[in-house]
């Protein structure tokens, strides 16, 4: 399938030699029935004449946040328009611009006001693409879920043989075409997705809780919604901001968490708990007013909280349920024990004892594992980013919907 009819690709080019290429890139987007727009920065003109994009694309070519008296906010609207945004060169400069959230011209600035998918095909000289900030402005990049399609070895304009030339544009169309294909994937499922520790109140001040921050949740929401799905987060308290486009449902305890997920659960296609769901909870609730110290000791009694995922799995119709499960031991074994007894359909089997994996980390070690319904597929993940895994699950779920369709 290589029909684009109807999307709109916003091609960023930045000043490199392989500007050139760009046009290649632009003239196969356009053959493909993609809308194509270009935005140039000043140095890419230098390479590349925007007369050249203006007559591959038939678009006009935007270079300049000013010159637009139809649209004065062009770099807002230009983001709002674009299904998929890619940056073909991308310097070292966009690169770290856009890892930094600076915005000082047009590209730079309507990167930041993109809510869809970016990705960036970097090309440059190799000792600038080996330098540690370039390594770890890619990084942060791919921690946020821009794709990067990595350059090649080969000669560089510099004359010298090294990593850095950008890759070929069939490679970055490939690229472009699957991340349009997922952005309407999941259209019409509706997805539950919980998020964050509960609180389960001792007294008005203090609380048993966790350490989840939320990430893996809000990463999940996240991706899921920019699939297409309609999405719903409820998530305990964190520090996270809710992401545009995800309707926003706040907790604080486990009680309030069941609440709000069993009120949604008959009408959805999918539950995702990666929230870290306190076990137990003060027996009795919690005291009305602050406890006094003393010198006596203080005796907690703790009563089990509802088991969320259990009640759902006892109901859980044609909804697919998806747990995690934070170990720090026998991780496939505790996993595979809790995706049979929760009934679940798969389940994320999370290292959570590891400097670089668990709460709050921005990687994980994990591996992923459906239910004997679903072929007890075991799926063992490298050390990845948050959203690399948040994608690897939604494409397992993705393709358990298909088959249950
Ligand atoms: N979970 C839930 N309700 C709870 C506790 C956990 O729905 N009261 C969900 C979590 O969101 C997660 C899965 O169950 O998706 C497994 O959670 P985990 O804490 O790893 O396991 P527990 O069942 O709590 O067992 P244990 O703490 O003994 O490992």
Same mark, same amino acid.
């Given at each position: 399938m290589? #029909?684009?009819?109807g999307?709109?690709?916003?091609?960023?080019v930045?000043?490199? $030699?392989?500007?050139? #290429?760009?046009?290649?890139?632009?003239?196969l987007l356009i053959?493909?029935?993609?809308?194509?727009?270009?935005?140039?920065?000043?140095?890419a003109?230098?390479?590349?004449?925007p007369?050249?994009?203006? !007559?591959?694309t @038939?678009?006009?070519?935007?270079?300049? %946040?000013?010159?637009?008296?139809?649209s &004065?906010?062009?770099?807002? =609207?230009l983001?709002?328009?674009? +299904?998929v945004?890619?940056?073909?060169?991308?310097? /070292?400069?966009?690169?770290?611009k856009?890892?930094?959230?600076i915005?000082?011209d047009?590209?730079?600035t309507?990167?930041? !006001?993109? @809510?869809g998918?970016i990705?960036?095909?970097?090309?440059?000289?190799?000792?600038m693409?080996?330098?540690?900030s370039?390594?770890?402005?890619?990084?942060?990049?791919?921690?946020?879920g821009?794709v990067?399609?990595?350059?090649?070895?080969?000669?560089?304009a510099?004359?010298?043989?090294?990593?850095?030339?950008?890759?070929? *544009?069939?490679?970055?169309?490939?690229?472009?075409?699957?991340?349009?294909?997922?952005?309407?994937?999941?259209?019409?499922?509706?997805?539950?997705?919980?998020?964050?520790?509960? @609180?389960?109140?001792?007294? &008005?001040?203090?609380?048993i809780?966790?350490?989840?921050?939320?990430?893996?949740?809000? $990463?999940?929401?996240? @991706?899921?919604?920019?699939?297409?799905? +309609?999405?719903?987060?409820?998530?305990?308290?964190?520090?996270?901001y809710?992401?545009?486009?995800?309707?926003?449902? #706040?907790?604080?305890?486990a009680?309030q968490?069941? +609440?709000?997920?069993?009120?949604?659960? &008959?009408?959805?296609?999918?539950?995702?708990m990666?929230?870290?769901?306190?076990?137990?909870?003060?027996?009795?609730?919690?005291?009305?007013?602050?406890? #006094?110290?003393?010198?006596?000791?203080?005796?907690?009694r703790?009563?089990?909280?509802?088991?969320?995922?259990?009640?759902?799995?006892?109901?859980?119709?044609?909804c697919?349920?998806?747990?995690?499960? /934070?170990?720090?031991?026998n991780?496939?074994?505790? !996993?595979?024990?809790?995706l049979?007894r929760?009934i679940?359909?798969l389940i994320?089997?999370?290292?959570? +004892?590891? *400097?670089?994996?668990?709460?709050?980390?921005n990687?994980?070690?994990?591996a992923? $594992? =459906? =239910?004997?319904?679903?072929?007890?597929?075991?799926?063992?993940?490298?050390? %990845?980013?948050?959203?690399?895994?948040a994608?690897?699950?939604?494409?397992?779920?993705e393709?358990m919907?298909?088959r249950?369709a």
């Amino acid at each position: 399938m290589t #029909k684009l009819d109807g999307k709109t690709v916003l091609l960023g080019v930045t000043g490199g $030699i392989s500007a050139y #290429k760009s046009v290649e890139l632009a003239r196969l987007l356009i053959r493909a029935g993609a809308n194509v727009k270009v935005v140039m920065t000043e140095s890419a003109k230098r390479f590349v004449s925007p007369l050249t994009f203006r !007559a591959v694309t @038939r678009n006009p070519v935007a270079d300049t %946040m000013w010159s637009d008296p139809s649209s &004065p906010i062009p770099h807002i =609207s230009l983001a709002d328009e674009a +299904d998929v945004v890619v940056v073909a060169p991308a310097t /070292a400069n966009i690169i770290a611009k856009h890892a930094h959230g600076i915005a000082d011209d047009l590209l730079s600035t309507l990167l930041l !006001a993109v @809510r869809g998918r970016i990705i960036f095909a970097p090309a440059m000289n190799e000792k600038m693409y080996l330098h540690p900030s370039t390594t770890e402005n890619l990084r942060t990049l791919k921690q946020r879920g821009v794709v990067i399609v990595e350059p090649k070895e080969g000669e560089l304009a510099c004359g010298e043989v090294g990593i850095g030339r950008m890759a070929e *544009p069939p490679e970055i169309f490939e690229s472009v075409k699957s991340e349009l294909a997922k952005s309407d994937s999941m259209k019409g499922k509706k997805i539950i997705v919980t998020a964050g520790p509960t @609180r389960e109140h001792i007294d &008005p001040v203090r609380f048993i809780s966790n350490p989840s921050t939320g990430k893996m949740g809000f $990463i999940i929401a996240k @991706r899921a919604m920019m699939r297409g799905a +309609d999405v719903t987060l409820i998530t305990g308290p964190t520090d996270l901001y809710p992401p545009d486009g995800v309707d926003t449902v #706040k907790v604080v305890s486990a009680r309030q968490m069941r +609440d709000a997920v069993f009120e949604r659960l &008959p009408q959805a296609d999918a539950l995702i708990m990666a929230a870290a769901v306190a076990d137990y909870r003060p027996a009795g609730g919690r005291a009305q007013k602050k406890i #006094k110290k003393s010198d006596e000791e203080l005796e907690l009694r703790l009563e089990p909280t509802e088991d969320i995922l259990l009640e759902a799995g006892k109901n859980k119709g044609n909804c697919l349920l998806v747990g995690f499960a /934070a170990e720090t031991d026998n991780v496939i074994e505790n !996993a595979l024990r809790k995706l049979e007894r929760k009934i679940l359909d798969l389940i994320v089997a999370n290292k959570v +004892d590891h *400097p670089e994996s668990g709460f709050g980390t921005n990687t994980s070690l994990c591996a992923i $594992i =459906s =239910s004997k319904d679903f072929e007890g597929e075991k799926r063992e993940l490298e050390m %990845m980013s948050k959203v690399e895994i948040a994608e690897e699950l939604l494409g397992f779920l993705e393709n358990m919907f298909k088959r249950n369709a």
